[in-house]
């Protein structure tokens, strides 16, 4: 790429859990392969799925979705997602909670910001089945909803 490609940037949310920002875990380059960007803003919360259900209307919640306006309108992204994941201590729900859970507030950060229901990527974090991998945490898409 040379330097006068722009760059293609893509706004996440997603947990503050340290095992999903281990360098092993390759969060952020994950990330960026799944979405197809060169870049990710990355805003953390504890439990976001959890936020956007139990308190989605909370100066927590609130404070969150006007970091994600500030860089909508100061970097203009291409891209938008909500990751949940997996033995989150923040919303300690099951699996297939949280795969409805992720879908439910990628739906609800989307009529946040874009008053759109499907502008903004569900995505699930997972541990890796192979517990001796590299990365140690793996990522999908579960838009299964989506119109
Ligand atoms: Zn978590």
């Known amino acids: ?22 360098p092993d875990a390759q969060h952020y380059t994950q990330l960026c392969d799944l979405l197809g960007v060169d870049d990710c ?12 259900m139990k308190e989605h209307d909370s100066e ?5 979705v006007k970091n994600l306006v500030l860089i909508r ?16 201590a923040g919303h300690p ?12 507030a990628a739906r609800g950060l989307s009529d946040a910001l874009f008053a759109e229901p499907h502008k903004v990527t569900p995505i699930i974090a997972y541990p890796n089945p192979d517990a ?5 945490w793996l990522l999908k898409r579960v838009d299964t909803t989506a119109a």
């Open 1 to 22: 790429m040379n330097n006068h490609t722009p760059r293609k940037v893509a706004v996440v949310i997603t947990c503050m859990d340290c095992r999903l920002h281990h």
């Open 41 to 52: 803003y990355i805003e953390t919360e504890a439990g976001p799925d959890g936020a956007v």
């Open 60 to 64: 927590r919640w609130h404070g969150a």
């Open 73 to 88: 309108e100061a970097k203009k992204p291409d891209v938008f997602a909500f990751v949940a994941h997996y033995d989150c």
């Open 93 to 104: 729900v099951s699996d297939a909670q949280h795969d409805q859970d992720v879908q439910t």
């Open 132 to 136: 001796d991998a590299t990365p140690t």
